[in-house]
């Protein structure tokens, strides 16, 4: 009896620990494709920005995504090449919608769209690098996190930046007060 209580509490601890391995595994794979896609994502969407664009400060945003991106996306292939970890080679079914999305618009349209776009990503990206330097299992991997994650907050940071100025320069539609003045112009004349 006590053979067969030890051997099923060796199988416990054993099926356990292989829980354990399996989800660090699992997890580790969702960071290098959550991030591989999301990088390459980036760079996709700056090159039609630089292409689309006619507002500097937009261009100058999309640039920065561009270089810093291929970067950061250069040092995780070489990361994975080590780790033998497989990165996707393509960006997911939600990011080429969005980039079709984008390519159809233009002008201001398109900017602000584009602004928004780079917000939303660059908040995923920031959470996913964040779990990943303060929780990640693998040192290298959590460093490579660490080390990109002031250059994804700083693009937050630009991104916010531009649409909060963008929200500014809205123009105003049926402003009652400019009515009035204009009216009352009309009516001294």
């Not at 080429?96 to 398109?110: E, I």
């Amino acid at each position: 009896m006590k053979k067969i209580f030890a051997f099923y509490a060796t199988l416990a601890i054993g099926v356990f620990v292989l829980n354990g391995f399996i989800a660090q595994a699992s997890n580790q794979d969702s960071f290098w494709n959550e991030a591989a896609q999301a990088g390459m994502a980036e760079v996709m969407l700056g090159n039609l920005a630089l292409q689309k664009s006619t507002n500097e400060e937009v261009k100058q945003l999309a640039q920065k995504i561009v270089d810093d991106h291929t970067a950061a996306n250069n040092e995780l292939k070489e990361l994975a090449t080590t780790k033998s970890a497989t990165l996707p080679t393509e960006v997911s079914a939600k990011q080429k919608a969005t980039y079709d999305k984008l390519n159809a618009l233009s002008g201001d349209g398109f900017d602000k769209e584009f602004v928004k776009t780079m917000v939303k990503d660059h908040e995923k990206a920031v959470s996913l690098f964040q779990k990943q330097s303060e929780s990640g299992k693998d040192a290298e991997v959590k460093a490579f996190a660490a080390k990109t994650l002031p250059t994804l907050q700083g693009h937050l940071e630009m991104a916010k930046s531009l649409s909060d100025k963008m929200k500014s320069m809205k123009t105003p539609k049926n402003n009652s007060d400019t009515d009035k003045n204009m009216k009352s112009n009309s009516n001294t004349r």
